[in-house]
């Protein structure tokens, strides 16, 4: 099982209370993961990534063994701990301003 911390406002959408748990089949990449997590709760559809794209949404972030894979192709492997449940996928909402 996949682990995924979501910020606040997604666990609100999702309505969870803490991290969630994904069975993701074949390849661990951000695209699978991504994939299975709005499968499971179509209620963040659109708000991790563009439907139309499947670009990720600009104040969006993701983390994993203390790494921002933000910038990382969406198909490239996560790393073996997130695979194996030990560590948890992160998205974080960014913030800007001034």
Avoid: K, N, W
Wanted: glycine letters at 10%; proline letters at 8%.
């Amino acid at each position: 099982m996949i682990r995924v911390a979501l910020p606040a406002h997604l666990r609100i959408l999702a309505r969870v209370a803490g991290e969630v748990q994904l069975a993701v089949g074949g390849e661990i990449t951000q695209r699978a993961v991504l994939d299975a997590l709005e499968a499971q709760y179509p209620a963040l559809c659109g708000t991790i990534r563009d439907q139309v794209t499947g670009q990720r949404r600009p104040f969006v972030r993701f983390f994993a063994c203390e790494q921002d894979l933000s910038h990382d192709p969406p198909d490239d492997p996560l790393p073996g701990a997130v695979a194996s449940g030990v560590e948890p996928f992160v998205i974080i909402g960014a913030i800007a301003g001034g």
